[in-house]
């Protein structure tokens, strides 16, 4: 299942054309594009979908989906473990808290 994911833009950068962030995802950190929200800056919220940030959202309703999505059991299914082919790493935390969850 493809489901499109609140996370916390941490930085941004240009490569071949294309912006791209790094997002923190609760404890997953992961490459995003960024070119179809480019009023999108460091520290706003998106949701992402497949890779790709979608919309902008405030830091509010990005906890509230993600703490709806994480009772469902769907972020592990999604996010997975944490791996990924890209340029992301592991952290621990929700959406840009930095704390840890268990």
């Not at 940030?53 to 944490?82: H, I």
């Amino acid at each position: 299942m493809c489901l499109a994911v609140p996370g916390k833009i941490l930085e941004t950068k240009e490569e071949n054309g294309s912006r791209l962030g790094r997002v923190q995802f609760g404890g997953i950190t992961r490459q995003v594009q960024l070119d179809f929200v480019p009023e999108a800056g460091i520290g706003d919220y998106v949701i992402v979908h497949v890779g790709f940030a979608l919309s902008k959202v405030d830091a509010e309703e990005a906890q509230r989906t993600y703490q709806l999505l994480e009772q469902m059991g769907l972020l592990e299914e999604e996010l997975g473990s944490g791996q990924d082919s890209g340029a992301g790493s592991q952290e621990s935390g929700s959406p840009g808290s930095g704390s840890s969850e268990s």
